[in-house]
């Protein structure tokens, strides 16, 4: 399909404390959004579970999450957010973007606006 890339800002879902700001990749294959952990500590986002996940090379890995808040073209969002390894490059998964009605346009590698969000 093509690499499609988005500056998406994180933070604490009070809003407290600062952020985390970056270009992320965006991954429709990824139902979460994750970032470096490092990162989201400084925030600090709160570890709150932790949940296996099948990466692309099919395999297995547990990961901690917390809950963020998600900020991208304009838009506000809340969701569930991976603790990586420092240095690992942040992605923004789908439910992110269908919670605000965005949508990965295959032909030119650009996010589009739905005309409206889906409730059926």
């Not at 989201?40 to 808040?69: C, N, V």
């Amino acid at each position: 399909m093509g690499i499609t890339k988005v500056t998406t800002k994180i933070s604490s879902m009070e809003g407290k404390n600062g952020f985390y700001e970056d270009v992320f990749l965006v991954d429709t294959g990824a139902t979460d959004s994750l970032a470096p952990s490092d990162e989201l500590e400084k925030i600090p986002i709160a570890k709150i579970g932790k949940m296996s996940y099948s990466l692309a090379d099919g395999t297995i890995r547990e990961y901690q999450y917390g809950l963020a808040r998600i900020e991208f073209m304009g838009e506000i969002t809340a969701g569930r957010i991976i603790f990586t390894s420092p240095g690992t490059e942040p992605i923004l998964g789908v439910t992110a973007l269908e919670s605000v009605g965005i949508m990965v346009d295959p032909a030119n590698k650009t996010l589009q606006r739905l005309p409206a969000i889906p409730l059926k």
